[in-house]
């Protein structure tokens, strides 16, 4: 009996041998075709940015904005400056001190 157990059990490392072998083919196989894909990727991936515009005098004109008078700026920022005590006079009256997070 003890060589037949002998047998059995060498023809189950056998076994486990070509099964290890066939794996170990199959992962080489599959890194290199998985190389093979990140490098077409990389070479085919586009970029989110969109193209730029070309800017011909004609549009560039049209797009150029137009410096403010020193009159407009200045009524500006004393509205500004009103709005900006309102909000922190009613800050003040709300009597609480808690932070909201949005």
């Given at each position: 009996m003890s060589k037949n157990r002998v047998?059995?059990?060498?023809?189950?490392?056998?076994?486990?041998?070509?099964?290890?072998e066939g794996l170990t083919d199959e992962l080489v196989e599959s890194k290199e075709r998985i190389r093979?894909?990140?490098?077409?990727?990389?070479?085919?991936?586009p970029t989110r940015v969109p193209e730029r515009r070309v800017r011909t005098e004609e549009t560039a004109s049209e797009d150029d904005t137009q410096?403010?008078?020193?009159?407009?700026?200045?009524e500006?920022?004393?509205?500004?400056?009103v709005e900006d005590e309102t909000t922190t006079d009613e800050a003040e009256d709300s009597g609480s001190d808690d932070i909201i997070v949005a």
């Open positions: 047998e059995q059990l060498e023809a189950t490392v056998a076994e486990l041998e070509s099964t290890v093979v894909l990140e490098a077409e990727l990389d070479t085919e991936t410096e403010a008078a020193p009159d407009d700026v200045a500006a920022t004393a509205d500004a400056d």
